[in-house]
């Protein structure tokens, strides 16, 4: 199993970005995908999950309304798109794969390597 992540970058405060992570390996259609992000000198933190037909999502506290996750089963793709991107969003944001929405929130079985989204202020 391969978890591509890619669209990080250096942007201002208030900036968008969105989040792709082609996936490889796995029957797409039947994994829950999340996001999780890393701060520096900070744990590892669920970000936000979907299941698999893309109706249900779940989202941390500290994002949302402000982070929009989705999936395209045909792309085997997960988006996170970002929005009102503040300083403390900085992190490397890894997407992840599971078979049940308990575990991807807590330990998913399968991570993809992240994308570093800086934002300044």
């Known amino acids: 199993v391969q978890l591509q992540a890619s669209g990080g970058g250096l942007v201002q405060t208030g900036g968008s970005l969105r989040l792709s992570c082609v996936a490889s390996?796995?029957?797409?259609?039947?994994?829950?995908m999340g996001w999780f992000r890393q701060a520096p000198g900070k744990e590892r933190e669920f970000v936000a999950a979907i299941r698999w037909s893309g109706v249900t999502t779940y989202y941390a506290d500290s994002v949302k309304g402000r982070f929009t996750i989705s999936r395209d089963n045909a792309k085997n793709t997960v988006y996170l798109q970002i929005n009102s991107l503040k300083p403390e969003d900085t992190a490397i944001y890894y997407c992840?794969?599971?078979?049940?929405?308990?575990?991807?929130?807590?330990?998913?079985?399968?991570w993809g390597q992240g994308t570093l989204v800086t934002v300044s202020s």
């Open positions: 992840a794969a599971d078979t049940t929405t308990t575990r991807i929130k807590t330990s998913p079985t399968y």
């Open positions: 390996g796995l029957t797409f259609s039947s994994y829950v």
